[in-house]
Structure formats: structure tokens, C-alpha cells
């Protein structure tokens, strides 16, 4: 949906040529390799490639096939097993646990999403190189980030392009002053939480990071700036966990029992 978005959206605005003929369309469109988990790839990342004769060579089979077989440990190896931490302890519900078994499970579930992700898309990538492809990074270190704007630009990584390219910036992005700049960012992470889910879950999860985000330009991002970095790090990984148990769980309520045993208030 987001490339056939883009796609259309940069024909009107004149970005590029159309594709050359509906077999072009429907490669880029359909993408085998990235189809199911990203990461998004815009046309013009592409055009290139499905317009010239594509080589197949040795040294792009043995790079592609190593992301390929890199990404897929990520997948079997560890987000797979990891996730039995989040899965047992939501299997025994979330009254009473103890806040370091409410930890350990959403500890658990933020390794497993990493894993699961970014695996896949070293899968796509790695097919990609393949087939001849250069698709591009969706993530670098996020869990390494000291803000959450700092983890953002880390974390998939062409879902926030995406974004930015699509609705921040024709909003206005931050060219028509503070106030507008907040609007701008309010209803682009609103939007961003309604496309992961249509519950309030994912509509409050949203929201959250917007006003954190907002926070951070005002004026908690230049305070971060004087603080030891491993505070940081601390304060981001904090949200970022609180932020992963309100997208996982079933509805709020779940979330904010499961949130109040992890400080030893269930």
C-alpha cells in the first residue's frame, strides 16, 4: 500500500518517469523479496534496476546469501526462542507477577521484535542483492539510540522515510514555525500509530511518541545533550520497552495492569 502510495504520489508530483510498461509496475509493486515484511522500497530506488539488464554474479550470490543466512539465524535462532519469555508470561497472566518476571518478559518481547524484524529484513535485502536489487537499510542499532528521536531515525528506517517523505513534510514539516511544526508532528505519529492497528492500543502508543518526540524539540532533546550518555541510553530503553508492552498487549486495560507490575504496583 505505502509503495503504490509513493508511487502515485511521485508521479504527481513529477519525481520521475512513469514505469516502463504494467511488468515494471507489477515487479516493483509485488517485489518477492520484500513483499510480506519491507523494508519499503520507493520506485526510484528500483527504476534503475528493473530498467537495465540485471548481471547475476558470484560475489552478489556469496554477499546476498550471507545477509540471506545472517537474517534468518535472527528469525529461527533467537527471536524464536526469545519469545517465549513474553509468551509464558502472558500465558500466566498479567495479575500479581512479580515486576522482575514483568521486566523479563517485556525485555524478552523487545528482543524478540528486534530479532524478528530486523531478520526479515536482512532476508529481503540479502534476496534482493540476489536478483540484483539494492534495497535499502531499515535499521541501525536502534536499541543503541540516547532520545527517541534518536531511535526513530534507527528503528525501521524506511517507514519513518515514509512518513516523513509523505505526510510530514507536505504538511509543512518544521517550515512554518513551532506551533505549526508540533501540529505537524501530533498528526503524523497519530497517523503512524493508526496504521499499526486500528485499537487504542497502537492509537495511544502513537500519540505517546508524538509527545515525546514534541518534548524533545522543545526542549528535553538539548537537556539530554548534557547528561552522561548512559542516561541516556537508560531513559530511551525505558520508554522504548513501556512503549513495546502497550503495542503488544491485548487492550489498555492489560497494558497498564502489566505496566503497574513492572514498578510493583499490581
Known amino acids: 500500500t505505502f509503495q503504490a502510495a509513493s508511487y502515485v504520489i511521485d508521479i504527481y508530483r513529477r519525481k520521475y518517469e512513469i514505469a516502463n510498461g504494467l511488468l515494471d509496475f507489477a515487479t516493483y509493486l509485488c517485489m518477492f523479496p520484500q513483499l510480506i515484511a519491507g523494508p519499503i522500497v520507493s520506485f526510484s530506488e528500483v527504476k534503475d534496476d528493473l530498467h537495465k539488464q540485471r548481471k547475476i554474479s558470484l560475489p552478489k550470490i556469496e554477499w546476498g546469501t550471507t545477509i540471506f543466512v545472517l537474517g534468518l539465524a535472527y528469525k529461527v535462532l533467537l527471536a524464536n526462542k526469545i519469545a517465549s519469555l513474553w509468551n509464558t508470561v502472558m500465558t500466566a497472566g498479567v495479575m500479581g507477577i512479580h515486576p522482575l518476571t514483568a521486566w523479563l518478559g517485556s525485555w524478552g518481547f523487545s528482543m524478540q521484535l528486534f530479532f524478528d524484524f530486523f531478520g526479515y529484513s536482512l532476508m529481503a535485502i540479502g534476496l534482493g542483492r540476489i536478483l540484483g536489487f539494492k534495497f535499502p ?25 515514509w512518513f516523513k517523505s509523505y505526510v510530514y513534510f507536505p504538511l509543512g514539516g518544521n517550515r512554518k514555525g513551532m506551533p505549526r511544526t ?24 502513537g500519540s505517546l511518541y508524538g509527545v515525546v518526540i514534541i518534548l524533545e524539540k522543545l526542549f528535553l532533546g538539548k537537556w539530554l545533550q548534557k547528561i ?8 530511551t530503553m525505558l520508554l522504548v520497552i513501556l512503549g513495546w508492552v502497550l503495542f503488544d498487549t491485548a487492550d489498555l486495560p492489560t497494558a497498564f495492569a502489566y505496566a503497574a ?4 504496583a499490581g
Open 228 to 235: 552522561p550518555a548512559v542516561f541516556c541510553h537508560i531513559y
Open 261 to 264: 507490575n513492572m514498578f510493583g
Open 182 to 205: 508540533i501540529m505537524n508532528l501530533a498528526i503524523t505519529w497519530f497517523l503512524t500509530g493508526v496504521w499499526h492497528g486500528a485499537s487504542w492500543n497502537f492509537i495511544l502508543w
Open 137 to 161: 537499510t531499515n535499521f541501525k542499532n536502534p536499541y543503541c539510540a540516547t532520545s527517541s528521536t534518536d531511535f526513530w531515525r534507527r528503528w525501521h528506517i524506511t517507514l519513518g522515510s
